[in-house]
């Protein structure tokens, strides 16, 4: 395990890109999301990511360069196709034009197709949430994510399908919920076999459809279990449908070889409210009731949606980010696939802190 700063991991995951064979700008923009996943506590589509980009990148299963191509414009009702471009470029794009036209309409939604991997989900949130948007985000991988069992089931048959829903308060950190509807993401579980650290019960299950810990069970053929039981597994169905049936791209099945994300993301104006400040006012008069209750242990406050995240990103952004010797050697490899020495690699880390 070693500490790593903000600046010189993006710098790393940049490089890599770059070499790769994306634009300066793009390269950058990747490394910059994939970075930010790893600040705020989402490791699991941080920079363990980077090696896997770059195999769907040499691969010919995303391009670099492309742009979100608006196939359907119904005013306040888009359709983009990703073209299999970066999903970080695609998504910043569809966000950007998603933030126009809510302000333009008052309300709008964007639906994506043909995506590359759309990274943390609560990015898009955040992205609209600087524009003073609430937004809702759904999104499904077609078919490669087959890896959650329906609730009563013993098989792979769902996509993880993650949601989030964002409404950003006036001088705070916007409430954000960002969950897979699966009982963790798979990226959480790729985390924890490079460490080599069993998952809580619960979670997974083998191949036979038996419970388990061992996260390299999952990768043996096994499955993540939908969370809360019937509840998850009906919100992961209506989550893949919202996604993949509305956009075009499909709903999750079987047989799919190539990584694409489907995703709608809604868009609400609330500065055209009739009480604009009625609304922010009320939002933290119910903040606040909620965080008041007394907590159960003394020592782990009431939180909202988002404040953990909010506190990982700025303690890490001072500390350092912990990289896992096995995602490191992942970093590593896929630097050296692209041609760059993993001597000028090693060479841009400092031994800890930011």
């Known amino acids: 395990m070693r500490l790593i700063g903000t600046g010189p991991l993006t710098g790393i995951v940049e490089r890599i890109f770059a070499a790769g064979g994306c634009g300066a700008e793009e390269a950058g923009r990747i490394a910059r999301h994939l970075v930010d996943s790893n ?11 980077t090696r896997r980009y770059i195999d769907f990148l040499r691969a010919g299963t995303v391009f670099p360069g492309r742009s979100a191509e608006l196939v359907f414009d119904g005013g306040s009702l888009l359709v983009i196709d990703g073209q299999f471009g970066f999903g970080q470029t695609i998504g910043e794009q569809a966000m950007d034009l998603l933030a126009e036209r809510a302000k333009a309409t008052g309300i709008a939604l964007v639906t994506i197709r043909r995506s590359g991997h759309l990274g943390r ?13 609430v937004s809702l985000h759904f999104l ?3 078919g490669l994510g087959l890896m959650v069992t329906p ?12 949601l989030a829903i964002c409404v950003p308060v006036e001088g705070r950190d916007p409430i954000l919920l960002d969950i897979t509807t699966a009982m963790t993401a798979e ?3 790729l985390v924890a ?15 036979a459809g038996q419970p388990t810990t061992d996260p390299a069970d999952f990768y043996a053929g096994g499955a993540i279990l939908p969370f809360g039981g019937h509840r ?3 919100l992961n169905i209506l989550t893949d449908i919202l996604s993949g049936a509305l956009s075009g791209g499909g709903c999750t099945a079987p047989g799919v070889t190539v990584l694409e994300n489907t995703m709608t993301s809604i868009a609400i104006d609330v500065n055209r409210l009739p009480d604009r400040a009625a609304y922010a006012a009320e939002i933290l008069r119910f903040s606040g009731w909620v965080k008041e209750s007394p907590p159960a242990d003394p020592a782990a406050p009431v939180l909202l949606p988002g404040e953990v995240e909010a506190a990982t990103r700025r303690r890490r952004a001072a500390e350092g980010i912990p990289i896992d010797d096995a995602t490191w050697g992942d970093i590593r490899a896929a630097a050296a696939s692209v041609g760059l020495l993993e001597a000028d690699i090693d060479a841009m880390v400092p031994d800890a802190g930011p």
């Open 39 to 49: 600040l705020c506590g989402h490791d699991s589509h941080g920079v363990v990511r």
């Open 121 to 133: 989900l609560g990015d898009w949130a955040e992205r609209l949430a600087g524009h003073g948007l």
């Open 140 to 142: 499904n991988t077609t």
């Open 151 to 162: 609730f009563g089931g013993s098989d792979r048959r769902l996509s993880p399908s993650p």
């Open 187 to 189: 990226g959480k579980l």
């Open 193 to 207: 076999k490079n460490k080599g650290e069993p998952v809580a019960p619960g979670i997974i299950v083998d191949k």
């Open 232 to 234: 998850g597994a009906g």
